[in-house]
């Protein structure tokens, strides 16, 4: 089983390490991140590079596609290789995931048409312009498209698809190794939790955030 | 306020990446990965690595300091560069945290000595090994010592500090906008809550695990 996690330019690095810690653990598969290029792959704060360890054209047939997402104009604004990569992988592949804004980038490859899905909590309504139809869930599966709402769910998408590969057993053991015992010390998770200025606040700024 | 975040060969992706969305958001820091030496730094899994972008030596006094853990021996068990690093820029730092296994190369250090701290729950009897008094708390703050239990614990230490330092509201605004609602699909995050059979294959592995 192999695993191909998609980095870009401006990825958000959570985005991908929380599938990576989690579903990454699954038995005998083997994780790659890929990109366009191979080498360091800058994320959306610019102050931290992963390294890109084989290109896109490396890994055509992965079986499980991770996408993150990352803020500001994604790569779907222009059809570029990526899109293209997307829709070639996806042919072959048994998962397609994202995470955040990463399943903008699905719904512009065209893989979502139709379909429930999930993505940042501030891009629900641009997910449904490409297509898709949103749910307010933090983890959505149609098929064999699992996609999370924003940044740190990719830790409950990639425990969701681990448990139903690799069995219950299994995903509490990852869980228990990575001690995934939430104990957030807000109740701001959400913007039917976080208090209304909070919301308002991010919501005011959606245009930078997602711009 | 410089925040740098410490690479070693073998540290674990997550327990880097926990503090670095979200205390790494604090406002007018600067957040810098370090290391040995600048260039790639690999994890545990040895399929990711991280850019270190300075040296330990070009950031003598950072004002936050976070170590990461990592499985296997760390490299506390030499009483290397890192170390003496720490012990140096701990004389000057506001605060010093670690997630995981971190808390044992601070202890290493000779920084925990008689201090409240924690660690991932397999590592409790090394941390007291080395001095520390280990509560199973998931978030320990001890002075300006702050440590966190494993690997995912570092969203949740990372918040906290981060309420501590900028607000209430500045940290709530950094759960909503990376959507920090957990919802796992098992509740098997701790010793105490997961299956008695999930725990003890992990306790047979703890040398494995820890060695």
Redesign the interface.
């Known amino acids: 089983m192999q695993i191909a996690i998609v980095l870009y330019d401006g990825f ?3 985005d991908a ?2 599938p ?2 989690t579903l ?1 653990r699954l038995p005998d598969a ?4 890929v990109a366009e290029e191979t080498g ?1 792959v800058r994320n959306d ?1 610019r ?5 890109a ?1 084989r290109t896109l054209a490396d890994v055509p047939n992965p079986d499980i596609i991770v996408v993150p997402g990352g803020p500001g104009p994604l790569p779907s604004a222009a059809d570029g290789p990526l899109l293209t990569w997307l829709r070639t992988a996806d042919a072959t592949s048994t998962w397609t995931t994202s995470v ?1 804004t990463g399943s903008l980038l699905l719904a512009a490859a065209g893989l979502l048409q139709g379909r429930r899905a999930t993505s ?2 501030l891009a629900l309504e641009e997910l449904k312009r490409h297509g898709a139809e949103p749910t307010g869930e ?2 959505v599966t149609d098929g064999k498209y699992v996609t999370a ?5 990719g ?2 998408m990639g ?2 698809l681990l ?1 139903r590969i690799a069995g ?2 299994h ?3 990852v ?12 109740d ?4 039917e ?3 209304t ?3 308002e ?2 919501r005011s700024h959606a245009d930078v ?1 997602l711009a």
């Open positions: 958000t690095a959570l390490v929380g990576y810690e990454g083997e994780t790659v991140f360091p704060s102050n931290l590079a992963f390294l360890e955040c940042h909590w933090r983890v709402a924003g940044v740190s769910s830790i409950d425990l969701t448990g219950d057993d995903a509490q053991i869980q228990l190794a990575t001690e995934y015992d939430p104990q957030p010390p807000y701001a998770g959400s913007p939790k976080a208090p200025h909070i919301v606040l991010l955030i």
